[in-house]
């Protein structure tokens, strides 16, 4: 049983218009129905975000539309590199300072992050080009350590790019907190019980979070079930919160606790475990994109492709490894985002298991072209406001180049990111197979692994694929043999 909301997109306008209007759904999952003012709440968000992205356009020192088709790209060196992002961005020359060799984040920083401080850990930060999302150029800030990812995310964006790119639709920011109830004498009377004070434990919660309410977002709705388990019946309270543009955990928490004494005097038990539930069922993006089939390779790259979504939507085993793709996309972009990767991987991993049978979290079909039509679902709590995506630097600066104003933008680029970077994988294993383009790609990593300094890294990793024998093995012989070339002449 569901509920289906529609907005009209004739009462907006402008880019990214159809993520948060024209697409806007609510189901529900699991039996929790969201409450009936929840699609307004919703419209009136994202118009607000949209007249937050025309000021910031207008006053944070972005002078001109993004454009993401930056030809030539690797042949520059990293800091030609930045400075072409902040261009292309439409930046002041030094907004991006924080992602380069002298930025980032200090230990001093550091130190009020975590505790224990005893250093800080870099890893790289690459851009993919070429994305269009909902009708907007994104540069894409993406944090990993697996050489072919950015390639080939950037690969696939080019393929969408011919049809429009990436269409979104987003469900909303809420999150759901759980109260569990244990030792109830009758667990169905108190579910009931719980239910009719639903407004008092609403207010309640609302009153540990004004600034959130304010803002037009709070706890909006409860659900109660009662579920039998090995250590006795127990009843679980959801909570209902929309968090805005945040991702929400500690607000989430903050009010669970604070109505978990109430709801245990009411169900005359004892409430024990009180926390958000990762499982973001109310918090799901879509991403739709058509790849083109030439330059896919043809129709038969297209009907195999298909056929290997359907081996990972039937099989477990391979749905592992398929949602791995697509989460070597996400989790790059979260992580640069100084969002929680955590958090939005097992959200994703109990999402493709929400039928009872883990399954791929995409599918691709044939349109009525011939082109390969590649669409993605996973739940994504993320946000802009609080912790390390306004705590890092680098976060900061990652944001600032994707140029997102709310959560629902920053979710719909990402998913549109994992749907490329599922896309890429799927193409190689059908055609080339995985480990050409990624060993190519993965010879500077082998050329440094063994031993080669900066200036050597370049013809060491040349060799080695001139040579079909990329490891760390033949990559010492080729060193030592350039080196005594270099010695002798």
């Known amino acids: 049983m569901g509920i289906l909301l529609r907005v009209s997109s004739e009462s907006t306008s402008g880019p990214g218009a159809s993520a948060c209007a024209d697409h806007l ?15 307004r709440s919703l419209l009136s968000s994202c118009m607000t975000s949209r007249r937050r992205r025309r000021n910031a356009a207008r006053e944070g020192g972005r002078s001109m539309p993004i454009n993401s088709r930056i030809k030539g790209l690797r042949d520059h060196a990293p800091d030609e590199r930045l400075a072409l992002a902040a261009q292309s ?11 380069g060799e002298e930025g980032g984040l200090g230990i001093a920083q550091a130190d009020h992050m975590i505790e224990n401080v005893i250093g800080t850990f870099r890893l790289p930060v690459g851009m993919a080009t070429n994305f269009t999302i ?36 987003y469900t909303g920011d809420v999150m759901i907190a759980q109260i569990q109830v ?31 309410v304010s803002l037009g977002g709070g706890a909006f709705d409860v659900s109660v079930r009662v579920v039998p388990t090995r250590a006795g019946t127990q009843i679980i309270v959801h909570l209902h919160v929309d ?16 109505i978990a004494p109430r709801i245990a005097q009411i169900a005359g038990a004892r409430s024990l475990l009180r926390i958000l539930s990762n499982k973001a069922a109310l918090r799901l993006t879509r991403a739709r994109g058509v790849f083109d089939a030439e330059l896919l390779g043809g129709t038969g790259v297209v009907d195999d492709i298909v056929a ?18 697509i989460m070597n996309g996400i989790t790059a972009v979260v992580l640069a985002t100084g969002n929680d990767t955590r958090a939005v991987e097992a959200g994703c991993h109990s999402h493709a298991a929400r039928s009872g049978q883990y399954s791929a979290l995409s599918q691709f079909e044939k349109g009525a072209d011939s082109n390969l039509v590649g669409t993605l679902e996973v739940p994504l709590a993320v946000g802009l406001v609080g912790g390390a995506t306004r ?43 995985i480990q050409r383009g990624h060993m190519t790609l993965h010879a500077r990593t ?28 033949h990559a010492r012989g080729v060193l030592a043999e350039l080196r005594a070339a270099e010695a002798q002449a």
């Open 391 to 433: 705590a890092h630097p680098s976060a900061r600066a990652a944001v600032q180049l994707l140029g997102v104003e709310t959560a629902c933008e920053l979710a719909s680029v990402i998913a549109a990111v994992g749907l490329a970077q599922n896309l890429a994988a799927c193409r190689a294993l059908v055609a080339e197979g």
């Open 134 to 169: 909902d009708g907007r150029d994104r540069l894409i800030p993406m944090v990993t350590e697996e050489p072919s990812v950015v390639a080939a995310a950037s690969n696939a964006a080019r393929m969408a790019r011919e049809h429009g790119g990436f269409t979104t639709s």
């Open 25 to 39: 759904q609510i189901r529900s999952h699991d039996g929790l129905l969201p409450h009936r003012s929840m699609g």
């Open 243 to 258: 968090v805005r543009d945040a991702m929400g955990a500690n607000a989430v928490n903050t009010m669970a606790e604070a």
């Open 182 to 212: 244990v030792d109830a004498t009758d667990p169905h009377s108190s579910r009931f019980a719980l239910l009719e004070a639903r407004d008092e434990l609403l207010a309640l919660a609302n009153e540990q979070d004004p600034t959130l």
């Open 89 to 99: 961005a439409g930046l002041a020359p030094d907004a991006l300072s924080a992602l």
């Open 446 to 473: 082998v050329a440094a692994s063994a031993g080669a300094a900066t200036d050597e890294i370049g013809a060491v990793a040349a060799r080695i694929v001139a040579d079909e024998n990329i490891r760390v093995e």
């Open 308 to 325: 290997a979504s359907a081996f990972a939507e039937a099989d477990s085993y391979r749905a592992a490894t398929h949602n791995k793709g």
